[in-house]
Structures are given as C-alpha cells and as structure tokens.
T-cell receptor
Framework: DAKTTQPTSMDCAEGRAANLPCNHS???????VYWYRQIHSQGPQYIIH???NNETNEMASLIITEDRKSSTLILPHATLRDTAVYYC??????????????FGSGTQLTVLP | NAGVMQNPRHLVRRRGQEARLRCSPM?????VYWYRQLPEEGLKFMVY????????ESGMPKERFSAEFPKEGPSILRIQQVVRGDSAAYFC??????????????FGPGTRLTVT
C-alpha cells in the first residue's frame, strides 16, 4: 500500500469548513483513498473513500487531484464533535482481496469554539 | 442495524491470567479484523479472519495470542498469561465479503484491557 503524508495537527473554527490534506505521491492505479477518524478513546469511524472521482456523502467530501497524488477531505461545517484524529489511508480494494488498514499518525483536527 | 459489538468494554486482569475479548460483526459481514492500540500509539493490525479461517495473522505476536472466528458465534481474541505490556485498547472491525462490494471497515467501540 502507498505511503501517505499528513500534517500533524490543524485547527478550524466552529462552523467553518475544515480542509484536511493528504499526500500519496506513490499511489498505484488500483489503490483507493480512504479516510477514517478516531474521536478520543472511541473506535475509528469510516468517513469516505474514492478512486479518482470526487466523492461526497452526508459526512464529508473527498477531492482527489487529477494525477491522484494528493487528496483533501472537506468537512463543510465543522462542529466541536468533529475534533478527532483523521487518517488518510491508501489501500488496494479489489474483488476477493479485503485487506487490513495501515494507520499512520494522522492529523489531529481541533475545532475551536 | 446494529454496529460492531465488542465485549467486555473494560477488562482487568492480573499478570498471568487469560483475557478473552469478543467481537460480533455487523449483520451480513463475514470478514473480521483485530487491531491493537497501545497507550499514546497508533492502531496496529493484528489479525484478519473469515468464518472458520485465519486469512492473515502477520500482526499477531508469536506467543500467547490467538484468534478465532467460528461458524457460529462471535470472533474471539485470546491472550494467555497476560503481561503489563498487553494493556491496550483492542478494536475489532468488520467488512462485507461480497466480491466487488465495498471494503470499508466498520469498527467496534473497543475493549480496554488493563493488566495489573
């Protein structure tokens, strides 16, 4: 699985958009970008994933650059409950191959009141 | 639709005792993963199981640790003769096993093991 690089920490004002970047310059053609978050002491929570197209769900949007070497997770209106460590994970996801997740250090997002 | 369930949520064991951690995957999920998070450290993969099969145990310590996912019932992570260094949060995750389906993993709330 490709290695990812994320900033160690970020702050965001409550109600504003939080934009979390991730670099994955060695990503392969069959690797997806997954985002998870871990709120203190809780189990990690799946947020979103994508291959090459931008994706949006009820939690967030995922913007993947055209060359796929980086991506940005966007939380459109951050709340205090979004304070968490956010993990960007690149992983192969093909039929018959459901593999483990490799968590890096992630980005500690702190939403400020 | 119930999520991944783990029990107990907190477990205290004395050195040398056995710890049994249970995980019930989401309904319809046939893949189970165990991860460990040591204090102030990141999540580390331990083992990946399907029903009655261990698929990948490359992250499991060589001794004292074992896992199973029987045909009926929850997945069990077993730690024999626990030591203080086993104190950690143990998370279970599950994913569906349908080829071509999505492979995102859904995590349980974890079991906090404290060895005294």
């Amino acid at each position: 699985d490709a290695k990812t690089t994320q900033p160690t920490s970020m702050d965001c004002a409550e109600g504003r958009a939080a934009n979390l970047p991730c670099n994955h310059s060695t990503i392969s053609g069959n690797e997806y970008v997954y985002w998870y978050r871990q709120i203190h002491s809780q189990g990690p929570q799946y947020i979103i994933h994508g291959l090459k197209n931008n994706e949006t769900n009820e939690m967030a949007s995922l913007i993947i650059t055209e060359d796929r070497k980086s991506s940005t997770l966007i939380l459109p209106h951050a709340t205090l409950r979004d304070t968490a460590v956010y993990y960007c994970i690149v992983r192969v996801a093909i039929a018959g191959s459901a593999r483990q997740l490799t968590f890096g250090s992630g980005t500690q997002l702190t939403v400020l009141p | 639709n119930a999520g991944v369930m783990q029990n107990p949520r907190h477990l205290v064991r004395r050195r040398g005792q056995e710890a049994r951690l249970r995980c019930s995957p989401m309904k319809g999920h046939s893949h189970v993963y165990w991860y460990r998070q040591l204090p102030e450290e990141g999540l580390k993969f331990m083992v990946y199981l399907q029903k009655e099969n261990i698929i990948d145990e490359s992250g499991m310590p060589k001794e004292r640790f074992s896992a199973e996912f029987p045909k009926e019932g929850p997945s069990i992570l077993r730690i024999q003769q626990v030591v203080r260094g086993d104190s950690a949060a143990y998370f279970c995750a599950s994913s569906p096993g349908v080829p071509g389906g999505s492979y995102e993993q859904y995590f349980g709330p974890g079991t906090r093991l404290t060895v005294t």
